[in-house]
């Protein structure tokens, strides 16, 4: 009972009361001179933090988030575009999605804007970042939770707050727009100088920037939200000698199931129940990565990506134990999670087949033969605008018509590429029919999530079209998305200018970016 109260003293300490309708936020997002893993870089940040500060709200809020762009440095892109990873949005709210050039233009320098987000009853681990190119490389991402006072694993756990947000990401010395430049220029993707956990990291060869520390008390158990925030790299998280029960994945509850190291693809969370039942000591949270080939940056070395998991009462230093990948057995297998409560599994109405294919040597990646590119006028503007037929949009927009209402299956057959291909899909949840990591296929009781790994012996996923409008479905390797692995799933078109109720301030964005110098936008 004393646990609970706590747990509920701290929702209303750090959330405001329960009965509040509206949080407001506001975000500046500026340049910053910083060094997550030694090296000294300016940087684009929510309030000059890697990674931003955290989005903390309770179930039933809604948000509304103020952001002001304060961007200067030309040596990285000066408008901004705020995307909400997991928020689910409806009809009438399509527009505050702000994908940029599909939901809405991005926001210039020295402007504002304010991003009103109903959160229903949603509830989970989510995240923020600029959805601008990859803008976020440069260090536009922050942790965005939305607490539930009933939560049904209540019971498995003692402590969730602010300080067992877990984030974890790849990190790059260069700016983004000379990265860019030579990923177009040779076709290979850029590979990190080093992998960050609560934004602090280490790089072969440099300074040895003091470890992040996660502090715990012994017997007490631990909800620990963990954010690959990656614009690419493949995180295996693991304690040494304990044991993490999954409990959620991308903001979906799931039934308990213990594990001993948890793999995650770029953009997708995990939570995980840890208790903290060895002896009182410092034991190392792993956090190798697998990003590209590490011989093409010789600063990569995925063994330093970890940081301090310090029981109360241990000394300030170091663990004496090696440092290692972790455990060698019981990783995670998406397949084998199941939904704490299962949601109808329906025949799919319509069924589609991606198949992804580079084109070799170049930054150049296809979905059945298509690169998307994308359009100078927005998808969803051009909707209200009447656009509601194929040959309304360029064939670069990949951009699939859907009816509303229904079920849809989109089929990724097996592969012999060995990425694992992150798909996101924006403003909903999808379901893992098969996972890529069995050879099975469940339409008993698949977990939802919104984003799954697509590649080696295929996946197939279902969605319900239930709300109107253009929806984002693209690789949430960054780089991959840049370079043309995205599409957009319009649903009923037709109706959608009667849903979806844009704001004046909306209608500004994209007069006010598409008369900005190009060295601006």
Same mark, same amino acid.
């Given at each position: 009972?004393?646990?609970?109260?706590?747990?509920?003293?701290?929702?209303?300490?750090?959330?405001?009361?329960?009965?509040?309708?509206?949080?407001?936020?506001?975000?500046?997002?500026?340049?910053?001179?910083?060094?997550?893993?030694?090296?000294?870089?300016?940087?684009?940040?929510?309030?000059?933090?890697?990674?931003?500060?955290?989005?903390?709200?309770?179930?039933?809020?809604?948000?509304?988030?103020?952001?002001?762009?304060?961007?200067?440095?030309?040596?990285?892109?000066?408008?901004?575009?705020?995307?909400?990873?997991?928020?689910?949005?409806?009809?009438?709210?399509?527009?505050?999605?702000?994908?940029?050039?599909?939901?809405? &233009?991005?926001?210039?320098?020295?402007?504002?804007?304010?991003?009103? #987000?109903?959160?229903?009853?949603?509830?989970?681990?989510?995240?923020?970042?600029?959805?601008?190119?990859?803008?976020?490389?440069?260090?536009?991402?922050?942790?965005?939770?939305?607490?539930?006072? =009933?939560?049904?694993?209540?019971?498995?756990?003692?402590?969730?707050?602010?300080?067992?947000?877990?984030?974890?990401?790849?990190?790059?010395?260069?700016?983004?727009?000379?990265?860019?430049?030579?990923?177009?220029?040779?076709?290979?993707?850029?590979?990190?100088?080093?992998?960050?956990?609560?934004?602090?990291?280490?790089?072969?060869?440099?300074?040895?920037?003091?470890?992040?520390?996660?502090?715990?008390?012994?017997?007490?158990?631990?909800?620990?939200?963990?954010?690959?925030?990656?614009?690419?790299?493949?995180?295996?998280?693991?304690?040494?000698?304990?044991?993490?029960?999954?409990?959620?994945? $991308?903001?979906?509850?799931?039934?308990?199931?213990?594990?001993?190291?948890?793999?995650?693809?770029?953009?997708?969370?995990? $939570?995980?129940?840890?208790?903290?039942?060895?002896?009182?000591?410092?034991?190392?949270?792993?956090?190798?990565? #697998?990003?590209?080939?590490?011989? #093409?940056?010789?600063?990569?070395?995925?063994?330093?990506?970890?940081?301090?998991?310090?029981?109360?009462?241990?000394?300030?230093?170091?663990?004496?134990?090696?440092?290692?990948?972790?455990?060698? $057995?019981?990783?995670?297998?998406?397949?084998?999670?199941?939904?704490?409560?299962?949601?109808?599994?329906?025949?799919?109405?319509?069924?589609?087949?991606?198949?992804?294919?580079?084109?070799?040597?170049?930054?150049?990646?296809?979905?059945?033969?298509?690169?998307?590119?994308?359009?100078?006028?927005?998808?969803? =503007?051009?909707?209200?605008?009447?656009?509601?037929?194929?040959?309304?949009?360029?064939?670069?927009?990949?951009?699939?018509?859907?009816?509303?209402?229904?079920?849809? =299956?989109?089929?990724?057959?097996?592969?012999?590429?060995?990425?694992?291909?992150?798909?996101?899909?924006?403003?909903?949840?999808?379901?893992?029919?098969?996972?890529?990591?069995?050879?099975?296929?469940?339409?008993?009781?698949?977990?939802?999530?919104?984003?799954?790994?697509?590649?080696?012996?295929?996946?197939?996923?279902?969605?319900?079209?239930?709300?109107?409008?253009?929806?984002?479905?693209? &690789?949430?390797?960054?780089?991959?998305?840049?370079?043309?692995?995205?599409?957009?799933?319009?649903?009923?078109?037709?109706?959608?200018?009667?849903?979806?109720?844009?704001?004046?301030?909306?209608?500004?964005? &994209?007069?006010?970016?598409?008369?900005?110098?190009? =060295?601006?936008?």
């Amino acid at each position: 009972m004393k646990n609970y109260i706590t747990f509920l003293a701290f929702v209303q300490a750090a959330l405001g009361a329960a009965v509040a309708s509206v949080k407001d936020v506001t975000i500046n997002v500026v340049n910053a001179q910083l060094a997550p893993d030694g090296f000294s870089r300016s940087t684009v940040t929510a309030d000059g933090q890697y990674p931003g500060p955290p989005i903390l709200v309770n179930k039933g809020q809604s948000l509304r988030i103020t952001m002001n762009n304060k961007l200067t440095d030309a040596t990285m892109r000066r408008s901004t575009s705020l995307n909400l990873d997991g928020i689910f949005f409806g009809s009438q709210d399509i527009f505050e999605e702000s994908e940029p050039f599909v939901n809405a &233009c991005p926001v210039g320098p020295s402007a504002s804007f304010v991003y009103n #987000v109903p959160l229903g009853q949603q509830t989970g681990t989510f995240w923020y970042h600029s959805e601008l190119s990859v803008q976020y490389v440069d260090g536009f991402r922050g942790p965005l939770i939305v607490y539930d006072p =009933e939560d049904p694993h209540r019971r498995l756990y003692d402590i969730d707050d602010v300080n067992t947000i877990i984030q974890v990401g790849d990190w790059w010395q260069s700016t983004t727009l000379p990265l860019l430049d030579n990923y177009v220029a040779t076709g290979v993707v850029p590979v990190s100088d080093s992998g960050t956990v609560n934004g602090i990291g280490r790089f072969q060869g440099g300074p040895e920037v003091p470890w992040a520390v996660i502090n715990v008390q012994k017997g007490r158990r631990y909800r620990f939200r963990i954010i690959n925030e990656s614009a690419r790299n493949v995180f295996t998280l693991s304690i040494d000698n304990h044991d993490m029960t999954v409990i959620a994945a $991308d903001g979906t509850n799931t039934q308990p199931h213990t594990v001993k190291s948890v793999p995650m693809l770029a953009g997708q969370r995990y $939570d995980v129940v840890v208790t903290a039942n060895q002896a009182v000591g410092n034991y190392w949270f792993n956090a190798p990565f #697998v990003g590209g080939n590490p011989a #093409v940056n010789p600063h990569q070395n995925a063994t330093l990506s970890r940081a301090i998991f310090r029981y109360a009462g241990a000394r300030k230093v170091d663990p004496t134990t090696p440092m290692t990948s972790g455990p060698t $057995d019981g990783a995670l297998v998406e397949a084998d999670l199941r939904p704490l409560v299962p949601t109808k599994v329906l025949t799919p109405d319509v069924s589609m087949t991606f198949n992804l294919v580079v084109t070799t040597g170049k930054a150049q990646w296809n979905i059945n033969g298509v690169s998307y590119l994308s359009p100078q006028t927005p998808t969803l =503007e051009k909707v209200i605008g009447g656009a509601t037929q194929q040959a309304d949009f360029n064939v670069t927009e990949n951009t699939f018509i859907l009816p509303a209402g229904k079920t849809v =299956e989109i089929i990724f057959p097996p592969t012999d590429d060995d990425d694992a291909h992150p798909f996101h899909l924006h403003g909903m949840t999808m379901q893992v029919i098969k996972s890529m990591t069995s050879n099975n296929t469940n339409t008993v009781n698949p977990i939802s999530r919104d984003v799954v790994g697509v590649g080696g012996s295929g996946t197939t996923i279902r969605f319900k079209t239930d709300s109107t409008g253009p929806f984002m479905f693209h &690789c949430h390797i960054f780089w991959h998305k840049f370079a043309g692995l995205a599409s957009v799933q319009l649903v009923d078109p037709a109706d959608t200018p009667n849903n979806v109720q844009v704001t004046p301030a909306w209608e500004g964005l &994209c007069p006010a970016y598409d008369a900005l110098p190009q =060295e601006l936008q």
